[in-house]
């Protein structure tokens, strides 16, 4: 298996590159930080080092630095990839790279446009760009797979505003995409799905509350939503995607939007404790955005584990 995670170099890439590693797959991991240069997220997770993390997880990792909104670059990949390996089996486009680009619960024309343009262009074009250059090489190899990253299943997002109308815009637009990209590459044999984690326990997100992987449950305690009792690591949708690109039936899942935990149970797997969060059951049970607690309505998040 040949696969290109676009966007890999932390959180749910990198999850998913390293699931998809355990497979035997082989890996072209890319990002724009490495060791020797961060990108503007100024973090310091590396391509390098998921890379590695694949090929010890059984597969063949491979480090390309690009930058998905330059169309140069990106095609430049393509153009690597079918010189080396002939074909394309998966392609992932999780680029994101937008954290600190909006306010939570801040009107549109409070927001910085610069700014929230700059998101919508590195939310929603760099998957544009990544699979106008890669789909051609997918659709040689016959039978491939696009899986598109967001937040929130489209069923979800379409009665509930997301904090932000650039972030809202960006994430419902990346389910339409997959929805698009079926319907465009049915003709060929091959799928497309948008699939989004739940509440994850990425590198940034257990570096805010202060805790680790070891010690996460302490966040709640520490002032984190209740939800984040239902989170999950990114190997679980790293899960979710290995199990739906070994999946000879996977066409089934075809324009759908889908969440890691509807394919859990879908597909039988579990997160690295053995749990199978269902975060988004849980945060239509509470009523999301809404104090639950305040109504007394709040179920007990160990329920959805």
């Known amino acids: 298996m040949i696969a290109l995670v676009a966007g890999a170099t932390r959180g749910t890439g990198r999850g998913i590159a390293r ?5 035997g797959a082989t890996v ?8 020797e240069r961060r990108s503007e997220m100024n973090r310091s997770e590396t391509i390098e080092e998921t890379a590695e993390l694949v090929t010890a997880a059984g597969g063949t990792g491979i480090a390309v630095q690009v930058d998905h909104l330059e169309s140069d ?3 430049a990949l393509a153009d690597r990839i079918e010189s080396e390996q002939g074909r394309l089996d998966v392609l992932v486009n999780d680029v994101w790279g937008a954290d600190a680009l909006w306010n939570w619960n801040t009107p549109v024309w409070e927001q910085d ?3 929230g343009l700059r998101l919508l262009r590195l939310g929603i074009d760099t998957h544009i ?8 090489l997918l659709i040689k190899g016959g039978d491939g797979l696009v899986v598109e990253v967001t937040d929130g299943t489209w069923d979800f997002n379409v009665s509930r505003y997301r904090e932000s109308l650039v972030y809202d815009l960006a994430k419902m637009a990346v389910n339409r995409l997959a929805f698009a990209q079926a319907h465009e590459l049915r003709p060929h044999g091959c799928t497309a799905v948008a699939i989004t984690p739940g509440f994850l326990r990425s590198e940034a997100m257990l570096e805010h509350f202060g805790v680790t992987e070891d010690t996460w449950r302490d966040a709640v305690a520490k002032g984190a939503d209740a939800a984040f009792a239902v989170s999950e690591t990114p190997a ?11 999946d000879p039936d996977r066409r089934r899942w075809s324009g759908r939007s889908v969440s890691s935990e509807e394919l859990a149970l879908a597909y039988g797997f579990t997160d690295v404790d053995g749990s199978r969060p269902q975060v988004w ?7 999301y955005l809404t104090d639950a607690a305040e109504t007394g309505a709040a179920p007990d998040p160990e329920d959805y584990r």
């Open 19 to 23: 699931e998809l590693g355990a497979i």
């Open 28 to 35: 072209y991991c890319t990002g724009r930080t490495t060791r």
């Open 73 to 75: 670059q990106v095609k």
């Open 113 to 115: 446009l610069d700014k």
């Open 129 to 136: 760009i990544t699979s106008h250059h890669l789909l051609p």
């Open 236 to 246: 679980y949708t790293g899960r979710a995607v290995a199990a739906l690109a070994a």
């Open 281 to 287: 059951r849980y945060l239509t049970d509470v009523g």
